[in-house]
């Protein structure tokens, strides 16, 4: 997605590591503000205490990271996020997709390619190097360094460590919400906690895994991975606070955990 290259100021690009003007980039894509902005009152939220988010109706920008030529590497994953978030996020009987017990799951892809894993890593990677206040809660300390590596990797295969489990939300609020990435720790059976980001998109949520550690079993089978069906665990019940407390329990509860057996 283009930048803002007006009122550009010198600078050292976080991604070339040069001194050159910086340009307004977006963390996350402004298509996505859009699609919030289109028939309804947007939640564009932040997860930092005190902190209450400007209305931007093209997003949040940061002119004080990415110099022009950079920015642009970051435009064919953003395009690929927005075509699979957006573009083609119909919610279509042929796209679910059943775990044999009565549930079902939401179809996103149906190759993994790694596109969307470089999307996902990218806008996790712009908001650590971020000046802007929502987004201090991000630190990746050496994972920073390892995205970046991983990104100039065509295929993302370094970057199969960072997976990410996927959330559909089928109501309006759901649809109409947005938050930038920030820590959600998840408790274990055994052992510390499991480190991880997590960030809304208009009707989905992302938990990226930020930890050398597995996915535990069963989420293990619909985090993303490369060269299979990228799945989406379904909310239809409007119920938030249930749905986070649901993903916790799968962790640390094997009697609540889904049936892995998806067809």
Not at 154 to 160: D, H, R, V
Request: aromatic share 10%.
């Amino acid at each position: 997605m283009p930048s803002r290259n007006h009122e550009q100021r010198a600078g050292i690009c976080a991604w070339c590591n040069e001194s050159k003007k910086l340009v307004d980039a977006h963390i996350i894509p402004s298509a996505f503000y859009d699609s919030l902005s289109d028939g309804g009152v947007p939640l564009v939220l932040s997860s930092l205490p005190g902190f209450r988010p400007k209305k931007r109706p093209s997003g949040t920008y940061d002119s004080g990271i990415l110099c022009e030529d950079c920015e642009r590497r970051f435009s064919p994953w953003d395009d690929y996020g927005v075509h699979v978030f957006r573009d083609q996020a119909h919610l279509e009987n042929s796209r679910y997709v059943s775990d044999g017990q009565g549930g079902r799951y939401f179809q996103v892809e149906s190759n993994a390619d790694g596109r969307l894993l470089c999307f996902v890593t990218s806008v996790l990677w712009r908001a650590s190097v971020s000046t802007q206040n929502e987004y201090m809660r991000i630190r990746l300390g050496p994972h920073a360094d390892l995205i970046k590596h991983g990104l100039l990797n065509p295929l993302g295969e370094s970057l199969e460590k960072y997976s990410f489990v996927i959330t559909r939300f089928t109501d309006l609020v759901g649809n109409k919400t947005m938050t930038g990435p920030h820590p959600f720790s998840i408790q274990l059976r055994h052992g510390s906690p499991l480190n991880a980001y997590v960030m809304s998109l208009p009707g989905w949520s992302l938990i990226v895994k930020v930890d050398q550690r597995n996915w535990p079993t069963p989420l293990d089978q619909i985090a993303y991975q490369l060269g299979k069906p990228t799945l989406a665990l379904m909310n239809e019940s409007k119920n938030y606070t249930g749905h986070w407390k649901g993903i916790t329990e799968i962790f640390t509860n094997p009697a609540s955990q889904p049936s892995s057996k998806i067809k």
